[in-house]
């Protein structure tokens, strides 16, 4: 399996790292001829309106947007939550628009009110997993087809549609592997397309 990790800003390495201890191969993605032959996508944490000038730029944003369509899984966290997004209350911003959700950007707080959080995760509730929230949008709504797979003060902070996977926290910023794992069963479970 070959992961392909959004690369033009964010939290690209830590994604990197978590897939290097669980043994996958990874690639970045900045140009369309980057997608060809990955298994799953990779959408990290950073700051959401760069990454959608670097896809604009770069003619990304259909290409990536009917690669998920066609059923290509993906795990989006925190900006890459954003990015995926079908729609993102009080601003203008061009995503990509295959996750039926509406989040609010920022809407923990800013830079300096980031926190950790134990988070029960619904495929793994053995032990909390410390869920980073860095500038972290809120998910204000989402289509009944999105599953819940974690939430903090009542608010989802984890959701599946499909095999798409959107965090509104960080799990790259941890040693804790559980997300990255739980989303490889994902990716591998998927009907292959032919």
Same mark, same amino acid.
């Given at each position: ?9 964010? /939290? ?6 978590? *897939? ?27 700051? /959401?309106?760069?990454?959608?000038? *670097? ?39 061009? /995503? ?26 619904? *495929? ?23 599953? *819940? ?46």
């Amino acid at each position: 399996m070959e992961i392909g990790i959004l690369g033009f800003q964010g /939290s690209v390495e830590e994604h990197e790292r978590i *897939f290097q201890r669980l043994g996958v191969k990874t690639r970045r993605i900045r140009y369309t001829r980057d997608l060809e032959g990955i298994d799953a996508l990779v959408f990290p944490g950073g700051e /959401s309106t760069t990454m959608e000038i *670097f896809l604009q730029n770069r003619d990304l944003v259909q290409p990536l947007r009917e690669t998920l369509i066609q059923g290509m899984p993906a795990l989006a966290t925190c900006a890459g939550t954003i990015l995926l997004a079908r729609e993102i209350e009080g601003k203008h911003f061009t /995503s990509l628009g295959v996750l039926p959700i509406r989040v609010r950007r920022n809407a923990y707080g800013r830079q300096r009110e980031s926190f950790v959080a134990p988070l029960t995760l619904a *495929f793994d509730p053995s032990r909390p997993f410390m869920g980073v929230f860095i500038r972290a949008p809120r998910i204000e709504i989402a289509d009944p087809e999105v599953h *819940f797979l974690s939430s903090f003060d009542g608010q989802p902070v984890m959701v599946q549609y499909g095999a798409i996977l959107g965090c509104t926290f960080h799990p790259e910023l941890t040693e804790d592997t559980r997300v990255h794992e739980y989303f490889l069963k994902v990716a591998s479970s998927r009907k292959p397309r032919i």
